[in-house]
């Protein structure tokens, strides 16, 4: 598949379904959120999401604060395997860090990531255990003009709490062909 193959909206034309679901992130995102914590801790910024000519992966732009820790990263997603259902997400930070994650669609505008307590190191808690996960449902809104991410922490793998609540407000058009 060529650029020009692509359709306007960003949705690669004949792409196999995995594939064309990336097309429902792509759009320029204000952020804002908080950490669950004791106090909270805020979270702002914007979240750019767009497909790389072809339509096999999908660039995300991280601009945010963190309480007052300014994280910048860039995340590849794409490289779909059809055994787990999930694309790999690839992470690369301000901080030098660079971290991984599963990204699986699930129902229409619901996506599921899961990573390692390396993800998003400004905002894990100071007693993050190595070995723990964290995981989020992301559920784009039927109109494309929300989204939403509810981020859930594990220090064992099996006890689950809550870590991150984010909304996303789109601030440009929705893709043309969504």
């Given at each position: 598949?060529?650029?020009?193959?692509?359709?306007?909206?960003?949705?690669?034309?004949?792409?196999?379904?995995?594939?064309?679901?990336?097309?429902?992130?792509?759009?320029?995102w204000r952020s804002e959120g908080?950490?669950?914590?004791?106090?909270?801790?805020?979270?702002?910024?914007?979240?750019?999401?767009?497909?790389?000519?072809?339509?096999?992966?999908?660039?995300?732009?991280?601009?945010?604060?963190?309480?007052?820790?300014?994280?910048?990263?860039?995340?590849i997603i794409g490289d779909y395997d059809a055994d787990?259902?999930?694309?790999?997400?690839?992470?690369?930070?301000?901080?030098?860090?660079?971290?991984?994650?599963?990204?699986?669609?699930?129902?229409?505008?619901?996506?599921?990531?899961?990573?390692?307590?390396?993800?998003?190191?400004?905002?894990?808690?100071?007693?993050?255990?190595?070995?723990?996960?964290?995981?989020?449902?992301?559920?784009?809104?039927?109109?494309?003009?929300?989204?939403?991410?509810?981020?859930?922490?594990?220090?064992?793998?099996?006890?689950?709490?809550?870590?991150?609540?984010?909304?996303?407000?789109?601030?440009?058009?929705?893709?043309?062909?969504?």
């Amino acid at each position: 598949m060529t650029p020009a193959d692509s359709m306007p909206g960003g949705r690669p034309q004949g792409a196999d379904p995995p594939l064309s679901r990336l097309g429902e992130l792509v759009g320029h995102w204000r952020s804002e959120g908080y950490l669950v914590d004791d106090p909270s801790v805020r979270v702002v910024g914007t979240d750019t999401y767009e497909l790389l000519a072809g339509g096999f992966f999908l660039v995300h732009h991280v601009d945010v604060v963190v309480g007052t820790k300014p994280v910048r990263a860039i995340e590849i997603i794409g490289d779909y395997d059809a055994d787990s259902g999930s694309f790999a997400a690839t992470a690369y930070d301000n901080d030098g860090n660079i971290t991984g994650m599963r990204a699986r669609p699930g129902e229409p505008g619901v996506w599921t990531f899961v990573g390692g307590s390396d993800v998003a190191s400004a905002a894990q808690p100071d007693d993050a255990a190595p070995e723990g996960l964290v995981r989020s449902t992301l559920t784009v809104a039927a109109d494309r003009r929300r989204m939403t991410a509810r981020w859930e922490r594990s220090d064992d793998g099996a006890t689950w709490q809550p870590w991150m609540d984010m909304t996303f407000t789109r601030t440009g058009s929705e893709p043309a062909d969504a």
